[in-house]
């Protein structure tokens, strides 16, 4: 839960200070997520009942409660890495806020002919926004992404929204280049990140749906010859290996490989009142041994860790889709509504060093009320924050076929 106004706007101002504080004796802040959120090792902190930590071959990993934001375990949470297709995890969630789930589009050639992973979509054909998700979560589909990105405005309007997306989840970490998650430079993200979008996506009943279904009989096909005519339609499955190999309480999210990214997974599953989330960058060999494991073992072992870590709250609430400034750069947007603007504006120019006295004395009144702020519980804030669980929906049904997963 955010905390009140009042003191989100101290708080605000006591950041600013700190910041005028370090302008002249830099320091590095603390990782996002708590101190141990560093370096490219294994992050644990069992207790004597726990069990042992499950070796698994991935590069780069994270284990957290969806529910708490509670990190049980990790493994290089910050290092950057390709993506795959599992960016389309951001592009889903940033979509879902701005359209219109009932909104019809009309594909184009360069829709049908992308690269990579199709659902299959057919060049001068209607769809529905929902249609399009169902394509882009349930089987990768870059056609999917290639028309929901110019449902939306165009790829730049588009990738430009999804980085600021990722900045309001405090997924620093992350840069998106495209909607798909094919191979393009500088296009990054980390274990942290996605478990950060994932969290926020699945607290949304329309993504988590998109996710959470298993089979779709009657997505649409070629549009009829004849006006009044049945559309033909065809079946599209999951490619989620959870679902595939039916792990008990799985619930997402996404797929993906590239030969830049190898293997990468975004899963989730729940069993009682504990839900939990999974992300695996770089996996050698099958990504159900690997997301499994860990699950089980976070399963099994909640009670008997202490947290490494957290998954921080989002800066700000969800986009206005009315709004047209979203998704623009930040050079252009006008600052208004934010309440930590009022901080930052204090620090005011500074050149060669100097700084603006006024925007010290500002800041400095709002570090002291910051520290003031302790004895409240400041501390509870950067805390694993209670957060609503997932809204659960009854999945369509259970896949088919075991397919392997496809190339982005």
């Known amino acids: 839960m955010r905390p009140a106004l009042p003191l989100r706007l101290a708080l605000a101002a006591a950041m600013g200070a700190a910041l005028v504080l370090t302008v002249s004796s830099p320091a590095s802040a603390e990782p996002i997520g708590g101190p141990l959120m560093t370096g490219s090792d294994v992050i644990v902190d069992r207790g004597p009942n726990a069990s042992k930590l499950p070796d698994v071959p991935v590069s780069t990993w994270v284990l957290a409660d969806l529910d708490t934001g509670a990190i049980l375990a990790a493994k290089g949470p910050h290092v950057q890495r390709p993506p795959a297709s599992v960016l389309k995890t951001l592009t889903a969630l940033t979509l879902a806020e701005r359209l219109d789930p009932d909104l019809v589009y009309t594909t184009t050639y360069d829709d049908v002919a992308v690269e990579g992973s199709r659902v299959g979509l057919v060049e001068d054909a209607t769809y529905t926004v929902r249609d399009l998700m169902f394509g882009l979560m349930m089987q990768s589909g870059n056609d999917c992404a290639s028309a929901l990105a110019n449902v939306n405005g165009g790829m730049e309007l588009t990738v430009a929204q999804m980085n600021e997306e990722a900045q309001r989840l405090q997924a620093f970490d992350t840069v998106a280049k495209n909607a798909s998650g094919l191979p393009a430079e500088g296009q990054v993200t980390s274990a942290y990140d996605l478990a950060l979008i994932a969290r926020e996506a699945l607290s949304r009943p329309d993504f988590y749906d998109y996710v959470n279904t298993r089979v779709i009989e009657d997505f649409p096909g070629y549009m009829p010859e004849q006006p009044g005519d049945p559309r033909p339609t065809m079946a599209i499955a999951t490619q989620n290996p959870l679902f595939i190999q039916g792990y008990e309480g799985a619930i997402g999210v996404k797929t993906g490989w590239t030969t830049e990214a190898g293997r990468t997974f975004v899963g989730a599953a729940e069993r009682g ?29 909640i009670s008997d860790v202490t947290p490494v870590g957290f998954l921080v709250d989002p800066v700000e609430p969800n986009v206005d889709p009315a709004d047209p400034s979203m998704g623009l750069p930040a050079d252009d947007q006008a600052n208004s509504g934010d309440e930590a603007s009022a901080a930052t504006e204090a620090i005011g120019s500074t050149s060669g060093g100097s700084i603006n006295p006024l925007g010290i004395i500002a800041c400095l009144v709002g570090l002291l009320l910051g520290l003031a702020l302790v004895g409240v519980g400041l501390r509870s804030i950067r805390g694993p924050a209670s957060r609503q669980a997932p809204r659960r929906a009854a999945p369509r049904g259970a896949a088919e076929d075991d397919r392997e997963t496809v190339s982005n």
């Open 273 to 301: 009142d504990t839900s939990l989330v999974v992300v695996l960058l770089n996996v050698e060999g099958e990504i159900y041994d690997s997301a499994a494991a860990l699950l089980d073992w976070g399963f099994d072992n």
